[in-house]
């Protein structure tokens, strides 16, 4: 028996991917890709707008065409937010939501008749699977930390597919790192659908700040990247601990979503520009070559011409590495949904371009600045060029020149030059040999 697996959206969903996979592997169903015949393909569906929804339907249309006689089971944050939309699709099988990974090995191996195995997570408290969970052919792995959201932003259905809050008791996080680094990973990112609210659920609750505090002193792997946090919920201890400490990556993601105070409030976010520029140069200032990246949502309702220009010009003013650009969907059930003054689909898409094209000219001027310096980069894979690949600890990605047998080491480079979004590098010494120069590594 072999099934494939096709993944939508954000980190989260990839790691729970990634724990599908092993569960299955380790009932001896083998995995093969997509494209190429299998008894089940699930696809683990993405909810974030609407074209993420399509793109779920298309996949269950694409996986009957490979092979008909097949099952397909949908799975992930559509899922769980609508699935009498997919179990509609004469394509579909089976549909299980979030957090109930038994019934997804029973509907992988047909031993249920139930098409719809959903819970309300709101109202159940579905269990977090920990585990050591890596992307084919990387040397970082993910740890999720945290599940679910209580924040109920206007325009998100995230509190509805996750359900709420939860959290996993540092022991559990310690013990899945002493995994990762067992099993040789050298970079651990810490990630959860609201990482800055870790804690407050345990009992006794535990800080964010606390179990950062934890991991300086405790974590056996060298490199920690945090993925996103609120801009309210990075306090300036978190700012303290991540850039004092050698362990953090010097990296932060700050999902701003809106450039103007009067749509932050329609978006029933918590904080303002002012507070958002603040949290940015506090960063900046604490590690100064730091990669900050952000969300930015374009058109959502109500919002004006005068308005998007304001947006513009202040993220066009911040000292920001990269965005994600995501153009305003409805989504039914939410707040914003029913909010009046929708902006025209076209001007929504005049916007997120606009915003797009200033994001990859950050980009470029962010990896810029570091053509001569000396960098520390974890090497992953050798590319068909013959270049081998990895990131800097402030996420820059690096292609290496020359060096044999690398693969998973931490090496120092001098970056020569860009080349798209990437710096072409060669290795300052020999592993084990002293830095070329006097450059200060980052």
């Known amino acids: 028996m072999r099934f494939a697996i096709a993944t939508l959206g954000c980190k989260v969903n990839q790691y729970d991917s990634a724990m599908i996979e092993a569960r299955l592997g380790a009932r001896g169903i083998a995995r093969c890709d997509f494209d190429q015949p299998a008894d089940v393909y699930i696809v683990n569906t993405c909810t974030v707008t609407d074209r993420a929804d399509a793109e779920s339907l298309r996949l269950a249309r694409r996986a009957r065409r490979l092979n008909p006689r097949a099952r397909v089971v949908m799975t992930g944050c559509l899922a769980q937010a609508n699935p009498a939309a997919l179990a509609a699709a004469r394509e579909v099988d089976a549909v299980v939501g979030l957090g109930r990974p038994g019934d997804l090995e029973r509907a992988v191996l047909g031993e249920t008749a139930e098409r719809v195995m959903v819970a309300n997570l709101r109202k159940e408290r579905a269990a977090i699977e920990l585990g050591a969970v890596a992307l084919e052919g990387r040397t970082r792995a993910f740890l999720k930390l945290q599940e679910g959201c209580d924040q109920f932003c206007s325009f998100c259905i995230v509190p509805t597919s996750r359900g709420t809050s939860r959290s996993v008791a540092p022991r559990r996080?310690?013990?899945?790192?002493?995994?990762?680094?067992?099993?040789?990973?050298?970079?651990?990112i810490l990630t959860g659908v609201h990482l800055g609210g870790y804690g407050r659920d345990l009992d006794p609750p535990v800080g964010l700040e606390r179990l950062l505090e934890m991991i300086a002193e405790r974590s056996p792997i060298g490199r920690i990247r945090l993925s996103s946090l609120d801009p309210e919920e990075l306090s300036d201890e978190i700012v303290r601990i991540v850039s004092a400490s050698d362990k953090f990556c010097p990296h932060l993601h700050l999902p701003l979503q809106a450039g103007d105070d009067a749509?932050?409030?329609?978006?029933?976010?918590r904080y303002d520009v002012a507070h958002f520029a603040d949290r940015v140069e506090r960063i900046l200032a604490a590690m100064p070559s730091a990669a900050i990246g952000t969300d930015l949502i374009a058109g959502f309702p109500g919002e004006t011409a005068r308005d998007f220009d304001r947006y513009f010009n202040f993220v066009q003013s911040l000292p920001l590495a990269y965005f994600h650009v995501f153009p305003y969907s409805v989504r039914a059930g939410t707040t914003a949904a029913k909010l009046p003054r929708k902006?025209?689909?076209?001007?929504?898409?005049?916007?997120a371009a606009l915003l797009r094209e200033l994001g990859e000219g950050k980009r470029r001027q962010f990896v810029e600045r570091f053509c001569g310096s000396t960098l520390k980069v974890l090497?992953?894979?050798?590319?068909?060029?013959?270049?081998?690949?990895?990131?800097?600890?402030?996420?820059?990605r690096v292609l290496v020149e020359g060096g044999e047998s690398l693969a998973n080491d931490e090496v120092d480079v001098v970056a020569s030059r860009l080349e798209g979004a990437a710096l072409v590098a060669q290795l300052a010494a020999p592993p084990g040999g002293r830095t070329a120069g006097a450059i200060a590594t980052i």
């Open 379 to 396: 090497l992953e894979e050798r590319g068909t060029d013959g270049r081998l690949k990895g990131y800097s600890r402030n996420y820059i």
């Open 173 to 188: 996080i310690f013990e899945a790192l002493d995994g990762l680094a067992a099993a040789g990973f050298r970079e651990a």
């Open 263 to 269: 749509t932050l409030r329609r978006m029933r976010r």
């Open 343 to 351: 902006v025209a689909a076209g001007e929504i898409k005049r916007r």
